[in-house]
């Protein structure tokens, strides 16, 4: 083999495996039967989220993830093979991978990679149900909300019982138990 072109694979296998470390989440996919419209509207979607959709060689994906300690998806690795990395949610690029496969048949997921472990197909698309971050941190926003306001109307309640001038005393009793059961976690 010609020393140029081992260099060139070598290459791209520091490339793929450097992709991964800094993935959140990999799906990896057969796009057998796509049609060219069809994988074109799939990488506008990843695009479109933030999620790299690239095609590399099984041989030289195989080598990347057995350099990171995935043997377990050499043998995922036949046919054509693609990748989705997500480098900032670990749901999207799986979310996006199974409501494609859901309205085009031709796309099959093989597994895939969160955090660093193996996910099998089933996995994938468990993954794949879990909301977005930005949905999970805008539910967290309003349970903190709720639970704020209730706090609020809690103390303006204790306060309207205790008269006006309970109102210093109350605000530094809700304080102290505030500060008590942060000390408790």
Not at 141 to 160: F, P, R
Request: charge should be negative; aromatic fraction near 4%; charged fraction near 25%.
């Amino acid at each position: 083999m010609n020393q140029n072109v081992l260099e060139q694979k070598k290459q791209v296998v520091s490339e793929i495996k450097e992709k991964l470390a800094k993935a959140q989440s990999v799906v990896l996919v057969d796009y057998r039967g796509l049609t060219v419209e069809n994988v074109t509207d799939l990488r506008n979607k990843y695009r479109e989220a933030g999620v790299e959709y690239k095609v590399y060689k099984n041989t030289l994906m195989r080598f990347a993830f057995n350099e990171l300690g995935m043997q377990e998806l050499d043998e995922h690795l036949n046919g054509p093979s693609a990748i989705a990395i997500s480098y900032d949610d670990v749901v999207i690029g799986a979310k996006i991978t199974n409501d494609f496969a859901k309205t085009n048949d031709k796309l099959k997921i093989k597994a895939g990679v969160a955090e660093g472990k193996v996910l099998d197909v089933d996995a994938i698309k468990a993954l794949a149900n879990i909301p977005s971050r930005e949905i999970l941190l805008g539910q967290l926003a309003g349970v903190l909300q709720a639970n704020i306001k209730n706090l609020a109307y809690m103390l303006s309640q204790i306060s309207e019982k205790n008269g006006s001038g309970a109102e210093e005393a109350t605000l530094e009793a809700a304080a102290e138990t505030v500060e008590s059961a942060g000390n408790e976690e």
